[in-house]
Nanobody, 122 residues
Framework: QVQLVESGGGLVQAGGSLRLSCAAS????????MGWFRQAPGKEREFVGC???????SYADSVKGRFAISSDNARNTCYLQMDSLKPEDTAIYYC????????????????WGQGTQVTVSS
């Protein structure tokens, strides 16, 4: 019904920036929320942040002030701008979609992308 594709991952140095994109296709995206999660080796998948259709956002404490989520509703695309990157930000980043939920509970998101690797070198 809804397909999500992440892009923009890669290798960056500590202190650098990277912008991830999540393109949605399939059904129309009106009223949906988009979430970002990440999973590092040996760790559980963790919440990064989310954005509502209105543009309201929420972030995990670990990234607040460094990461910013935005969306282009006309293009059904959500972005994760990552600044001041740290080696501990290294993970596979996933985007997810929900019909209305914007929060940290991964089970509340109905659709998931395949993930994109972000590696931050020291």
């Amino acid at each position: 019904q809804v397909q999500l594709v992440e892009s923009g991952g890669g290798l960056v140095q500590a202190g650098g920036s990277l912008r991830l994109s999540c393109a949605a296709s399939g059904r129309t995206f009106s009223g949906r929320t988009m979430g970002w999660f990440r999973q590092a080796p040996g760790k559980e998948r963790e919440f990064v942040g989310c954005i509502r259709w209105s543009g309201a956002t929420s972030y995990a404490d670990s990234v607040k002030g460094r990461f910013a989520i935005s969306s282009d509703n006309a293009r059904n695309t959500c972005y994760l701008q990552m600044d001041s990157l740290k080696p501990e930000d290294t993970a596979i980043y996933y985007c997810a979609a929900s019909p209305g939920y914007c929060g940290s509970a991964s089970g509340r998101y109905d659709y998931w992308g395949q993930g994109t690797q972000v590696t931050v070198s020291s």
